[in-house]
């Protein structure tokens, strides 16, 4: 979420992946630049730090440089493949110690107004998916399903619960405790959280939201200061399916 998300990533990211001996580094970036969408600039600098692809929501589309980077065939940056606006790649395969990874975006139906009339199914745009990659054979899909519902990221994993590697909610910024295996091997956790500042009212400077709440018009402002916060979640892949064979919370603070 903004330059604190994108400096809280800086200062651990580079010593997590060594201590976890971590492959692939996926990173939503629809809140990296200024909370909405991925300038060209911060996509490069993320890239240094050790994020290898990143995946999309409703933000994505409102910055020209982040649809830029979707719509290259050679950047790891997908959008939610069920809104209909334009004619963005579906999803982006991508290579890993000679194993291919899928990454799919979706979005919930119900999302802030203005994006739920172009919005198709998700779940038939997952299947539709899965049966183009069929050609692909990857090794691993990961499928970001953005939502402001609960329900809607919960039926998400068990609709695609053993076809998928993990299913993986987000939008709500705020982590959730049910990070688990499906019975069919799937990785699933309702919302992965947010990297931003800690005291926030979801990374906008809590005393500007709470004056908006009351009312007033005025402006969001992002917050800047005091404790970061990471939120991640860690998921293996079996070596002899596309399965997970385990997911685990990684939920770090700092100054």
């Known amino acids: 979420m903004g330059r604190p998300g994108r400096r809280i990533v800086r200062k651990l990211l580079p010593g997590l992946?060594?201590?976890?001996?971590?492959?692939?580094v996926i990173a939503q970036a629809e809140n990296v630049s200024h909370g909405k969408g991925m300038s060209l600039r911060h996509y490069n600098e993320l890239e240094e730090y050790g994020v290898d692809a990143f995946s999309g929501?409703?933000?994505?589309?409102e910055r020209h440089e982040t649809m830029a980077l979707v719509d290259s065939l050679g950047a790891p940056v997908t959008a939610p493949a069920n809104y209909e606006?334009?004619?963005?790649?579906?999803?982006?395969?991508?290579?890993?110690?000679?194993?291919?990874v899928a990454i799919i975006s979706l979005l919930g139906y119900t999302i802030p107004h203005g994006y739920s009339d172009a919005t198709q199914n998700p779940l038939i745009t997952a299947d539709s998916i899965l049966q183009e990659l069929t050609l692909s054979n990857p090794d691993a899909i990961i499928v970001n399903i953005h939502s402001d519902v609960s329900s809607e990221k919960v039926m998400m994993g068990h609709y695609l619960d053993g076809k998928v590697t993990a299913v993986l909610g987000d939008h709500w910024h705020i982590p959730t405790?049910?990070?688990?295996?499906?019975?069919?091997?799937?990785?699933?956790?309702?919302?992965?959280?947010?990297?931003?500042?800690?005291?926030?009212?979801?990374?906008v400077e809590a005393d500007t939201a709470i004056r908006r709440w009351k009312g007033e018009k005025v402006k969001h402002h992002m917050a800047d200061m005091g404790t970061l916060q990471f939120n991640a979640v860690l998921v293996k892949v079996k070596s002899d399916s596309l399965l997970a064979s385990s997911i685990e919370r990684i939920q770090l603070y700092t100054d």
Do not use: E, W
């Open 17 to 24: 992946r060594i201590t976890h001996d971590i492959d692939l």
């Open 57 to 61: 929501g409703n933000h994505t589309f």
């Open 85 to 100: 606006v334009g004619n963005h790649p579906a999803f982006k395969l991508i290579s890993v110690k000679n194993k291919k």
């Open 177 to 203: 405790a049910d990070a688990r295996l499906l019975p069919q091997q799937t990785a699933h956790v309702t919302d992965v959280g947010m990297c931003g500042v800690l005291n926030s009212s979801l990374g």
